[in-house]
Nanobody
Framework: QVQLVESGGGLVQPGGSLRLSCSASGGSFSIYAMGWYRQAPGKQRELIAHITTDDTPTYADSVKGRFTISRDNAKNSVYLQMNRLKPEDTAVYYC?????????WGQGTQVTVSS
C-alpha cells in the first residue's frame, strides 16, 4: 500500500504559476500510473493530468498547454506545474496512484486563483 502527500497549493493571482508535488511512500512507486485530479466546490472530481509508468502524459482539454505533469521515480514523486492559472482552476487538487485495480489517494491541497 502506498501513502501519498500533496504539497505546493496556495493562493495565486490569475496568470500566475504554482508547482504541486506529491510524495509517495510505502510502495514501489515506479509501478504506479500517477494522476492529478481536482474537485471544485459543487462539482465532481475530475482527472486533469495523468502519467504512465513509461512517462507518457495526457491532459484534460481544460489544462492542456498550461499544465505539465512529470514524475521522478528516484524521488518517489510526481509533480504538476501549473502556468497561466485562471480563477476556474480553483479547486482541491488530489494525487492518485493506480496499479492493477488498486487506487490510492492523497489528502489534497487547496489551490485558489484570485486577485
Amino acid at each position: 500500500q502506498v501513502q501519498l502527500v500533496e504539497s505546493g497549493g496556495g493562493l495565486v493571482q490569475p496568470g500566475g504559476s504554482l508547482r504541486l508535488s506529491c510524495s509517495a511512500s510505502g510502495g514501489s512507486f515506479s509501478i504506479y500510473a500517477m494522476g492529478w485530479y481536482r474537485q471544485a466546490p459543487g462539482k465532481q472530481r475530475e482527472l486533469i493530468a495523468h502519467i504512465t509508468t513509461d512517462d507518457t502524459p495526457t491532459y484534460a482539454d481544460s489544462v492542456k498547454g498550461r499544465f505539465t505533469i512529470s514524475r521522478d521515480n528516484a524521488k518517489n514523486s510526481v509533480y504538476l506545474q501549473m502556468n497561466r492559472l485562471k480563477p476556474e482552476d480553483t479547486a482541491v487538487y488530489y494525487c492518485n496512484a493506480a496499479y492493477l485495480g488498486y487506487s490510492y489517494w492523497g489528502q489534497g491541497t487547496q489551490v485558489t486563483v484570485s486577485s
